[in-house]
């Protein structure tokens, strides 16, 4: 069974600093597909960003982007240029191969944004 | 394009009862995932529908059950309702097509079981 581990229960950051969120998984699978979320205090979950395993290049979307090391079973998530809105639990979650829908995540980082 | 959709928000039910909950995925997704999150267990995974079939199904109990409807509309019930499924049941939508896995959230159903 695949396992998602999140070592950092909480985090903080000075606004307009940047913030490393750390992943790990384990998974026997090649094909995979892992995703951050971000669930603010209203509990709606808002993708961040998402990477293909089979791809080499790390994601990004704007302030956010990804390290994804494959062997090592790696997946941060770098946040840039700090926001109070960036304030929120965040998720790390691994999905199988295409047409598995379950998604399996970890047990999420508070991420607290000082002013 | 509008979200995902879920009735009710909110729920107070009391122990042995069962509940009914509600999601409308976005307009063009076939596949609805349901998920629970609790302080304790963190999210977990109940089941996934696609054109009306339960595809995939997370460990619990066969009190909790689903269904989807012809327009991918689906809902899930849970019987005979204990103090620990208190919980927020979050549900999700996917296109189900290569390159557009991505599954989106609902705002959720937080029930509260006394």
């Known amino acids: 069974a695949q396992t998602v581990t999140q070592s950092q229960p909480e985090m903080s950051v000075q606004e307009a600093e940047t913030v490393t969120l750390s992943c790990t998984y384990d998974t026997s699978e090649s094909d995979y597909y892992l995703f951050w979320y971000k669930q603010p205090p209203s509990r709606q979950m808002i993708l961040v960003i998402r990477?293909?395993?089979?791809?080499?290049q790390n994601a990004t979307e704007n302030r956010f982007s990804v390290n994804f090391q494959k062997a090592a079973k790696s997946f941060s998530l770098k946040i840039s240029d700090s926001q109070l809105g960036d304030a929120a639990m965040y998720f790390c979650a691994y999905r199988g191969g295409f047409g598995n829908e379950k998604l399996t995540f970890g047990t999420g980082t508070r991420l607290t944004i000082i002013p | 394009k509008a979200g995902v959709t879920q009735t009710p928000r909110y729920l107070i039910k009391t122990r042995g009862q069962q509940v009914t909950l509600s999601c409308s995925p976005i307009?063009?997704?076939?596949?609805v995932s349901w998920y629970q999150q609790t302080p304790g267990q963190g999210l977990q995974f109940l089941f996934e529908?696609?054109?009306?079939?339960?595809?995939n199904k997370g460990n619990f109990p066969g009190r909790f059950s689903g269904r989807q409807f012809s327009n991918s509309r689906s809902e899930m019930n849970v019987s005979t309702l204990e103090l620990g499924d208190s919980a927020l049941y979050l549900c999700?939508?996917?296109?189900?097509?290569?390159?557009?896995?991505?599954?989106?959230f609902g705002p959720g159903t937080r029930l509260l079981v006394l």
């Open positions: 999700a939508s996917s296109r189900l097509e290569l390159e557009q896995e991505t599954q989106y």
């Open positions: 307009s063009g997704h076939r596949s």
């Open positions: 990477q293909e395993a089979y791809k080499q």
């Open positions: 529908y696609f054109s009306e079939t339960q595809r």
